[in-house]
């Protein structure tokens, strides 16, 4: 499994960015697709979820509300919206993927630096 990420950016607080994975290798439906972020100084956090098969989502507390997870089965490309961002969502933004029966994200794509400025 192939995945690039992109969209990430420069934005002011307030401001909306939407982040693409597009994937690609085998087929996907046994995957759940997830994004993280890291920011300088600080370990990497979980901050989305979503289960290609059916679709069902998961978002972290400090994103729910403002980010949304979504998929695009036509295109092979999962989605990160995020609206109201905030100056504490600065990092560099990884989608991963790893098997619906798993816990461990396995694939990695590279990251795409998001920066909210205040």
């Known amino acids: 499994v192939q995945l690039q990420a992109s969209g990430g950016g420069l934005v002011q607080a307030g401001g909306s960015l939407r982040l693409s994975c597009a994937v690609s290798?085998?087929?996907?439906?046994?995957?759940?697709m997830g994004w993280f972020r890291q920011a300088p100084g600080k370990e990497r956090e979980f901050v989305a979820r979503i289960n290609w098969n059916d679709g069902s989502t998961y978002h972290a507390d400090s994103v729910k509300g403002r980010f949304t997870i979504s998929r695009d089965n036509a295109k092979n490309t999962v989605y990160l919206q995020m609206n109201s961002l905030k100056p504490e969502d600065t990092a560099v933004y990884y989608c991963?993927?790893?098997?619906?029966?798993?816990?461990?994200?396995?694939?990695w794509g590279q990251g795409t630096q998001v920066t909210v400025s205040s």
């Open positions: 991963a993927a790893r098997y619906l029966t798993e816990v461990s994200f396995r694939y």
């Open positions: 290798g085998r087929t996907f439906s046994s995957y759940a």
